[in-house]
């Protein structure tokens, strides 16, 4: 124990698995405590040695997970909720398991680890889960899917990886390393060390936004109403009055509704609101005092982030079901997961992915650039058939009329700003 001690302290170790503890069920755990650190064990039952056992810092507020383990299985599952996390992980779930040699109960085994991976991702989404122990030889790898990884590389009992780690959040930490066993032991020991910083650069994008306050569009409405529209009777051509119109009512929008902007962050989700920001952060503030105040806060922003979803299904996404299933879907399953799952795509180096405009050239330049060794066409060249066997059609301003009016406003506008 004094080795083990003094290894968790010298590597700054926050969470250690230890499988093979050969604590009884009638054991006293007084010999076993390490300061700052709170020990959960799982003995094994009618039989000796075995046993897992998780230590967890204190400073984490670990607390039990509810998942049923058979009473065959050695396996302790455990939750922690650091003060910070990377925007995409909500929570983590740590997992201590030990597979003894010729385990009869290896089938049992992983379908509990895979129902429990099921378990919290329904419950927690976007959740780090870790499952780590001696396992010997079982195929726990049948668990690496889905995002999840067998992260081991390095012999941790003679030549054969026997101890390792699945885990949906590989990219996150280092790779293992081992150390020498601590006394008796035959199983090295494995070191996971989580990155230099889990915390992403706060990036943010500023976007420029007309807020439409029920105030505001009362007064535009007044407005237009009251208007004389003055300078549009007495100009001289259509495409004067055109413009006239135009700039009255572009003026006006901006006097009634002026924009403003504001900086979002790259992961905030749609419905996130300043207001709801706010009330975030007061929540952690008192939380910060001890003020019991806190919890009523909370409720709060449990009560405004439930109305704004459904504010924003019912204003973005209801309409697309009949419109757009696919799309419908996507959003729906954002909202209640978390996740996008349509592929991100990087811009080319050098290039703003705020710049819309910078990113649309360059897109068209790569394009361009795969026909840049053929011939320009001359239109000289090609053959014409004339005369034509109908006359050029002629528009009139009712049918462009017509056809605008049957354009579906629901969806977004061309290159022309049309929709």
Known sequence: ???????????????????????????????????????????????????????????????????????????????????????????????????????????????????????ISTKYPNAGITIAGDVNRIDIERLATGGFAQVVDKPTRGNAILDKIVTNVSKQYETPDTFPPFGRSDHNVVLWKPLPSLTKHNVTVKKTIRPMKESSVREFGQWIIAHDWTEVYSANDPQSKCNAMYETLNTAISDHFPTRTVKLHVEDRPWMTDDIKALINERQKLLGKGDPRWKSVRNMIIRKISDAKKDYYHNRIQNMKSENPAAWYREIKFITSGQKSSPTIAPPPGVEPTNVSAVADSINQHFASITKDIDVLERSSLPVFLPAPDSCPTIYEWDVYDRLKNLNRRKAGGPDAVC
């Open 1 to 119: 124990m004094d080795e083990f001690r003094s290894f968790i302290h010298d590597h700054s170790v926050d969470i250690a698995c230890i499988s093979e503890t050969w604590i009884k069920p009638d054991s006293s755990l007084d010999h076993l405590q390490v300061d700052n650190f709170t020990l959960f064990s799982k003995p094994r039952e009618n039989r000796i040695h075995g046993g897992v056992a998780l230590y967890i810092r204190d400073s984490l507020h670990p607390k039990t997970v509810d998942i049923q383990v058979p009473d065959e299985l050695e396996v302790v599952w455990m939750q922690i909720r650091p003060a910070f996390l990377p925007r995409s992980i909500t929570s983590l779930h740590y997992c201590a398991v030990y597979s003894p040699p010729d385990d009869p109960h290896v089938d049992l085994l992983l379908d509990h680890l895979q129902q429990s991976i099921d378990i």
